[in-house]
């Protein structure tokens, strides 16, 4: 039980180090931070000076604001500078983030492939079937048209997917260029 209450106390206090921190590289007034996320001031000094504890949704706001994961903003030192500048967002993703955009881009790569393979098969399956189409059962009939469906909607699905990742992929390369 000590222990929980040790590791919520040092969480805690790296949340009010931190908020201090990145106020204070922005430039930023309790105030003007309090406006700029939709708080009072007083909620922003009672959080930095550690006596308590922002909901979940106002941490939501500051981690967004500040271009920082939630576990950065309230689990890790970022008084060191070279912790900072690896997990913040300001000159692109992280190198976990960036890590995980390319897992992402081939996941959605191979799933297309994926698509493209199953419609390939059936193509050839069902040349076979369009020959007999008279013979086929109405049951085959009627799951022949939601499979064209299913691959028109998922093949549209995942071009989207594909230029979500890409145009992320595509700003990330242009924030290493800068």
């Known amino acids: 039980m000590e222990t929980v209450k040790q590791d919520k106390q040092i969480s805690s206090n790296y949340l009010a180090v931190n908020l201090r921190l990145l106020r204070k590289r922005r430039k930023l007034s309790q105030e003007e931070l309090a406006l700029q996320i939709g708080l009072n001031r007083g909620n922003i000094a009672s959080y930095e000076n550690g006596s308590a504890e922002p909901k979940i949704s106002n941490l939501l706001r500051m981690a967004e604001f500040f271009e920082i994961s939630l576990i950065d903003l309230a689990q890790r030192d970022l008084t060191e500078e070279a912790t900072l500048k690896s997990l913040t967002r300001i000159h692109g993703l992280c190198p976990?983030?960036?890590?995980?955009?390319?897992?992402?881009?081939?996941?959605?790569?191979?799933?297309?492939?994926?698509?493209?393979?199953?419609?390939?098969?059936?193509?050839?399956?069902?040349?076979?079937?369009?020959?007999?189409?008279?013979?086929l059962p109405q049951?085959?009939?009627?799951?022949?048209?939601?499979?064209?469906?299913?691959?028109?909607?998922?093949?549209?699905?995942?071009?989207?997917?594909?230029?979500?990742?890409?145009?992320?992929?595509?700003?990330?390369?242009?924030?290493?260029?800068?």
């Open 96 to 135: 976990q983030e960036r890590v995980k955009l390319e897992g992402l881009f081939q996941g959605a790569l191979d799933f297309d492939q994926f698509l493209k393979g199953i419609y390939t098969c059936y193509s050839y399956k069902s040349k076979d079937l369009e020959k007999n189409s008279d013979d």
């Open 139 to 178: 049951v085959a009939k009627f799951l022949r048209s939601h499979f064209e469906q299913l691959h028109a909607a998922a093949l549209k699905l995942s071009e989207q997917h594909l230029q979500l990742l890409r145009m992320c992929h595509t700003k990330e390369e242009k924030k290493e260029d800068l």
